[in-house]
């Protein structure tokens, strides 16, 4: 059975870091584009950060440019997302997904396969 786990999760302050792993078992991800989203509460799912297959290219959103990183061990078949100055607006759920093909893309219905999420919280 395919599936994704993120772990990492927790809560933090103002101004910490946080690093969220998504391990994937099943089958390897090594040819698949990844990505991680969040989910806070009363608000839809929002794309955060995409990595393709190998790890070359990778693409942010605008509201945590330049504060989180996305990276990926594919020996690991682990995918990471390093938060860093996290602000209480962070607060949300995180998502892993993974999509079939190996170019990165934002759109959530491009990614069939899902984690169950870890919570970050923020306090101010």
């Known amino acids: 059975q395919v599936q994704l786990v993120e772990s990492g999760g927790g809560l933090v302050q103002a101004g910490d870091s946080l690093r969220l792993s998504c391990a994937a078992s099943?089958?390897?991800?090594?040819?698949?584009?990844m990505g991680w989203f969040r989910q806070a509460p009363g608000k839809e799912r929002e794309f955060l950060a995409v990595?393709?297959?190998?790890?070359?290219?990778?693409y942010y959103a605008d509201i945590v440019k330049g504060r989180f990183t996305i990276s990926r061990d594919n020996v690991k078949n682990t995918m990471y997302l390093q938060m860093n100055n996290l602000k209480p607006e962070d607060t949300a759920v995180y998502y892993c997904?993974?999509?079939?093909?190996?170019?990165?893309?934002?759109?959530?219905?491009?990614?069939?396969?899902w984690g169950q999420g870890t919570q970050v919280t923020v306090s101010s």
């Open positions: 997904a993974a999509r079939s093909g190996g170019a990165a893309r934002t759109t959530l219905d491009e990614y069939g396969t």
């Open positions: 099943g089958r390897t991800f090594t040819y698949n584009a």
């Open positions: 990595i393709n297959w190998s790890g070359s290219n990778t």
